[in-house]
């Protein structure tokens, strides 16, 4: 019989609504059953490409006797981190706070005041490698909440009070200069791998926030050792097996230091900040190889991501269906040579195997390989290269396909608008650009109330329950304006713009400029929860100074420009630090620097073909953060556009950058070289 899970939207929650655990969706409902019933509540959270939390669910949840145990002794409440970060955040701080580590699955214990008091991740069934079984640790926990209560809430006020001291005092409201983004250029260059490109050793993570850091700084500066630690890098990921040589698309990260075998969940976050990354090391260097994985990526996020609604599916799972039956991770991506031979053919096989570099020992597991694509002497035959993959990855479709989380997420929607906008526009790809228009216009009907506050998710079309957090306000105003930019429509800056002053008057403290991940009307967790470091995906904290500062830029909006700058004094502190960590703070701090430059396009009309090449050109500008706006002459659509004449009846372009103008332009290779240098 289902639990109380079976209503709910999120993926990963409906895949545990028949577990025999009573499970609750986090609610004051579940904490009132708590109170009621004198019970301790059990906090599990995970997502749904993560493969031990399916692991866990398998051994522990779907099991009779373990959900007889949680169901007599607890209120037992299950959470999607991707639906709702704020709780994930507060509990896993408390998680890597007493144990040094945290990960998913998470699981917690809570007094039924939401105070944690035991922590750990994932538990086996039966005790091994020092690890206790969970039934234990459930056992344990029951009998401390049973005889030792008033321990348990020592511990719990001891924990909550001790998170309560942990405010962010990062000392300063200026943003970095020079210095601090020359320190931690250094401090990259330490962390470095020369060997294998990206940073620290295993596991490894794409690190593109870092790598969008590091060809600003080329522009602005001519590092030339920037440069090379972002081409090496994209060209190590991108001939690795962290990155599908068939469908296109990223894995999540690589398990080793070579980029070779991956984690094989393939995350939208992931591939909206890659493709932007390859989109704009291809307009640095006019690298072929940087082309081809932008246009990949983004056909792969169009092609197996895309919703019926228009938006983006959060994420594919690592696990799929192997030919015996049995759920095994890589199953949909790893050959064989005997799988190679089956398909293309003894010759072929042999050319594919050596192309690829599957080996008869394989490079993962049962004597699977991954796909990549090592460098080779000599040249291969590019037209037999192109039927051997569109082969296999026709064969590769008639497998048991990775289940994919549908829900849409507002904050990682916001990415891909901005990736697909800009990589459509670099290779003259509409469809791309319409993709981008899509996913925006469902942000905008679906999850933006009449107040423009946003909703961290929807799903076949049904607006969830959750309210949006500052990653969802920043990245969704990144997009809308890089949609700005891209097609000259007004409709998008004013959207960014609705949501930015949310930002200013929600999410920011006014003393310190700091920044909250939650709003001051969110629901109150035993902490608000803030954290300015880029993980994964830019922090809330960054995306929203980046977007800020464009906004600012686009509109000449002081109080923005303002809040962006106070903002990025978290990067003046942890920038020379822990550069790894904060890599889209330091982007936006280059263009900072830089400016921004603000390029108007002026024509007798937006599709003039004059016009069309100069903005075409601007978009192209290296210039760090550069806005563009382009439009009619006369137009209102865009504020950057007022007061701009046609020079000698000519379509014109204007730069602008801190409060000084280049003379205008009609020439398009005085624009390149103006927004080059």
Not at 499 to 522: C, K, N, P, Q
Not at 548 to 553: E, G
Request: hydrophobic share 40%; with cysteine.
């Amino acid at each position: 019989m289902p639990n109380r899970l079976a209503h709910e939207t999120s993926p990963y929650l409906l895949q545990h609504a028949d577990n025999p655990v009573d499970w609750w969706p986090w609610s004051e409902a579940a904490f009132a059953e708590a109170r009621a019933t004198n019970k301790p509540v059990l906090l599990s959270v995970g997502y749904s490409s993560c493969h031990w939390c399916h692991v866990m669910a398998h051994e522990s949840f779907e099991d009779q006797e373990t959900a007889d145990l949680l169901n007599a002794a607890f209120v037992n409440i299950k959470v999607d981190r991707e639906e709702r970060p704020d709780v994930d955040a507060v509990y896993m701080e408390a998680v890597q706070a007493a144990t040094g580590q945290g990960g998913w699955p998470m699981t917690v214990f809570l007094t039924p005041d939401a105070e944690p008091f035991y922590f750990g991740t994932y538990f086996p069934p039966e005790p091994r490698h020092g690890m206790p079984s969970f039934r234990q640790v459930v056992q344990g926990v029951q009998q401390a909440w049973t005889d030792r209560r008033d321990e348990v809430a020592e511990v719990a006020g001891k924990i909550v009070r001790d998170l309560a001291g942990r405010e962010i005092g990062y000392g300063d409201t200026q943003a970095p200069g020079e210095e601090e983004l020359a320190k931690a250029l250094l401090g990259l260059t330490r962390e470095y791998d020369p060997q294998r490109g990206g940073f620290g050793g295993a596991p490894k993570f794409p690190p593109s926030m870092v790598i969008e850091f590091l060809l600003r700084q080329y522009a602005r500066t001519g590092s030339d050792g920037a440069l090379q630690m972002a081409q090496d890098t994209c060209e190590r990921m991108a001939r690795g097996g962290i990155y599908d040589q068939l469908g296109g698309g990223f894995a999540r990260y690589s398990v080793d230091r070579e980029w070779v075998i991956p984690h094989f969940e393939k995350m939208l976050y992931d591939n909206a900040l890659l493709c932007r990354v390859y989109a704009h090391l291809w307009r640095t260097t006019g690298s072929e190889l940087a082309r081809r994985v932008a246009l990949e990526t983004a056909d792969f996020m169009v092609r197996e991501l895309r919703t019926n609604e228009g938006g983006f599916a959060s994420a594919l799972d690592a696990d799929s269906e192997d030919e015996s039956g049995r759920h095994v991770e890589g199953a949909y991506y790893v050959w064989t040579p005997a799988q190679l031979a089956e398909v293309l053919g003894a010759e072929d096989a042999e050319l594919a195997a050596h192309y690829f570099g599957v080996t008869e020992e394989g490079t993962f597991e049962e004597g699977a390989s991954v796909l990549q694509l090592p460098q080779h002497e000599g040249v291969f035959d590019a037209e037999k290269i192109e039927g051997i993959k569109g082969r296999l990855l026709d064969a590769r479709s008639r497998r048991h396909a990775p289940g994919r989380d549908d829900k849409v997420v507002a904050a990682w929607n916001g990415l891909a608008i901005a990736a697909l906008a800009e990589t459509g526009a670099y290779f003259e790809r509409p469809d791309l650009v319409e993709a981008a228009v899509g996913a925006a216009d469902l942000l905008v009907r679906l999850h933006l109330d009449e107040q423009a506050r946003i909703a961290r998710t929807s799903k076949d079309g049904h607006v969830g329950a959750n309210a949006g957090v500052l990653e969802d306000y920043g990245d969704v105003a990144e997009g809308f304006l890089a949609l700005a930019s891209v097609t000259g429509e007004g409709v998008w800056l004013e959207f960014a713009g609705f949501l930015l002053d949310h930002v200013l008057v929600r999410f920011v403290d006014e003393e310190s400029g700091a920044l909250f991940d939650t709003a001051s009307d969110a629901e109150r967790l035993i902490r608000r929860p803030q954290d300015p470091t880029d993980n994964a995906a830019p922090s809330g904290w960054t995306a929203a100074a980046g977007a800020l500062l464009s906004y600012a830029a686009q509109t000449g909006a002081e109080p923005h420009r303002a809040a962006a700058e106070r903002a990025l004094g978290v990067v003046k502190a942890l920038g020379p630090r822990v550069p790894r960590f904060i890599g889209w703070g330091l982007a936006v701090a280059e263009a900072l620097l830089d400016g921004p430059r603000e390029v108007a396009i002026v024509g007798p009309a937006i599709d003039d073909p004059v016009t069309k090449a100069l903005h075409r050109t601007a978009l192209l500008g290296t210039a760090p953060g550069a806005v563009v706006a382009v439009g009619a002459t006369g137009s209102d659509e865009l504020p950057l556009l007022a007061d701009r004449p046609l020079v000698g009846g000519e379509p014109t372009a204007y730069v602008c950058r801190n409060f000084t103008c280049d003379a205008p332009t009609t020439d398009v290779e005085r624009l390149r070289a103006a927004l080059n240098s």
